[in-house]
């Protein structure tokens, strides 16, 4: 037995703080303008942001207020429609598929950070010299083509 709402529907506070946001920032617009103060701008627009937040409330109401008929309220527990179901299934790998090779592009995959997306042997760092500075002052430096290892003791 289906319910049914008079006036207003089923979110009936959300419908009155949209309309007490709409009478506010109507009335804080129209002291801005009609009031004449010498900052009125401040008001005129503290009126039109309370309006527009005012759409959240409507927004609210308009979507909890949505009628779906229980026989299309169906779950992947086995209520899908014959019909349905082997495009559900196809849409339902081809996503499955996209999610993965989203995920594994993110994970470590053993290549060197060095190598570059493509495998490829090129140095990341491309001919930029690097230089150390340790505690007593003394720099190291050294060219991309050639490695200098140096050992870090504490």
Not at 20 to 47: C, E, K, Q, R
Not at 58 to 75: A, K, M, Q, R, T
Not at 134 to 153: A, G, M, N, P
Request: charged letters at 20%.
């Amino acid at each position: 037995m289906e319910r049914r709402y008079g006036g207003v529907g089923r979110c009936k506070c959300s419908f009155w703080f949209a309309v007490a946001h709409d009478i506010l920032g109507v009335f804080i617009m129209m002291v801005g303008v009609f009031g004449g103060l010498v900052i009125h701008d401040l008001f005129i627009y503290a009126g039109a942001i309370i309006i527009f937040l005012s759409l959240i409330w409507w927004v609210f109401w308009y979507s909890g207020n949505i009628d779906v008929p229980p026989e299309e309220l169906e779950d992947d527990v086995g209520l899908i429609k014959l019909r349905n179901r082997r495009l559900s299934q196809a849409v339902r790998r081809m996503s499955n598929r996209l999610s993965s090779r989203i995920g594994n592009s993110f994970r470590k995959t053993g290549r060197s950070v060095r190598e570059g997306h493509a495998g490829s042997n090129r140095s990341a760092n491309n001919g930029a010299d690097v230089s150390l500075s340790t505690i007593y002052d003394t720099t190291i430096s050294s060219s991309s083509k050639e490695l200098v290892r140096e050992s870090l003791s504490l």
